[in-house]
Antibody
C-alpha cells in the first residue's frame, strides 16, 4: 500500500525559509521510474506544480520558482524534502507531495493529504 | 510557464454528458501524449482520473474519458451523477521537462 504524508511548519514568517518533508511508504525511490513531485494550492485557487525528483536523482523545478526551490531525497528514510526560500504571504497554500511512475507525464496516482502553510508575520 | 486554460465552470443535469476543455500550446498539450485529468472534492487531495491523454487508472469509472486534438485536451463525463460535482484540473508535461496545471473547472450537477 502506497502512502505519502507531508510534514512541516503550519506558520512561517515572511522572508523565512520553508522546509517540508514528504515521508512515504509502499515503494522505494531507488526503483527505476519512480518520481516524487511537490504541488501546492493556495486557498480557493488552482494547483501549481513546484518540483520533482526522480529515482536517479534528476531534479526539475518550476521555471517561475526555480531560484527559490531545492528538492532532495533521503532514500534510507524514505523521505523527500523541499525547501523554499524567501517566503511571502502569496506562498500561503496547501502543499502536497505526489508520486508518479513509469510515464514521463503527470501521472500522480498517489497523493499525500496535504499540509497547509500560512505565511504571516 | 503559463497555466493551461480551462473554462471556469461547466454544468449539466444528471444523466447528461459534459466536456471540459484544456487549452495549451505546442510546447505542452500539443507536443506530447502526456496529459492527465484530476478530480478534487472540497478539502480533499486531487484524484487521478485520466493519464496519458486517454487512459483510465484502475477503479475509475468508464464514464470518464479523455481525448486530445492539437493544443486542446478534453475530458468528457457521460451519465453525469451527483458525485461528479467537483473541481477538475488538467495537467501536461512541458518542453522544459516540467509540468503545468490548468486553471481548473468547477462542475455543477443541476
Amino acid at each position: 500500500q502506497v502512502t505519502l504524508k507531508e510534514s512541516g511548519p503550519a506558520l512561517v514568517k515572511p522572508t523565512q525559509t520553508l522546509t517540508l518533508t514528504c515521508t512515504f511508504s509502499g515503494f522505494s525511490l531507488t526503483t527505476i521510474g519512480m518520481r516524487v513531485s511537490w504541488i501546492r494550492q493556495p486557498p480557493g485557487k488552482a494547483l501549481e506544480w513546484l518540483a520533482r525528483i526522480d529515482w536517479d536523482d534528476d531534479k526539475f523545478y518550476s521555471t517561475s520558482l526555480k531560484t527559490r526551490l531545492t528538492i532532495s531525497k533521503d532514500t534510507s528514510k524514505n523521505q523527500v524534502v523541499l525547501t523554499m526560500t524567501n517566503m511571502d504571504p502569496v506562498d500561503t497554500a496547501t502543499y502536497y507531495c505526489a508520486r508518479s511512475s513509469g510515464s514521463s507525464g503527470p501521472l500522480f496516482l498517489y497523493w499525500g493529504q496535504g499540509t497547509l502553510v500560512t505565511v504571516s508575520s | 510557464q503559463s497555466a493551461l486554460t480551462q473554462p471556469a465552470s461547466v454544468s449539466g443535469s444528471p444523466g447528461q454528458s459534459i466536456t471540459i476543455s484544456c487549452t495549451g500550446t505546442s510546447s505542452d498539450v500539443g507536443g506530447y501524449k502526456y496529459v492527465s485529468w484530476f478530480q478534487q472534492h472540497p478539502g480533499k487531495a486531487p484524484k487521478l482520473m485520466i493519464h496519458d491523454v486517454d487512459n483510465r487508472p484502475s477503479g475509475v469509472s468508464n464514464r470518464f474519458s479523455g481525448s486530445k486534438s492539437g493544443n486542446t485536451a478534453s475530458l468528457t463525463i457521460s451519465g453525469l451523477q451527483a458525485e461528479d460535482e467537483a473541481d477538475y484540473y488538467c495537467s501536461s508535461y512541458t518542453s522544459s521537462s516540467t509540468y503545468v496545471f490548468g486553471t481548473g473547472t468547477k462542475v455543477t450537477v443541476l
